[in-house]
């Protein structure tokens, strides 16, 4: 089997591969299941905005925590 029959073979399979990826993605049936997850950044708007100032004080939280570990590593007896 020479190099341009194993590349001949790949591009084959790799075109099935991606023609099974299209027929599983636009099919019938998953449809309803991708509609769904569509709708899912506009579910949850208000829970959204609250988590990220909750996640803003946890990281400047964790920040400073993370920058007194750092003054440790470097022998800064004052942190």
Do not use: C, H
């Not at 001949?8 to 299941?33: C, E, H, M, N």
């Not at 769904?36 to 506009?42: D, I, T, V």
Request: proline share 3%.
């Amino acid at each position: 089997m020479d190099t341009g029959t194993f590349r001949g073979i790949i591009t084959g399979l790799l075109i099935i591969a991606f023609l099974g990826i299209v027929w599983w993605a636009y099919s019938r049936r998953r449809k309803p299941d991708f509609d769904e997850a569509a709708q899912l950044p506009f579910a949850d708007e208000d829970e959204q905005s609250n988590r990220d100032r909750s996640a803003s004080q946890q990281g400047s939280l964790r920040e400073q925590a993370g920058e007194a570990d750092s003054r440790k590593d470097r022998g800064d007896e004052n942190a």
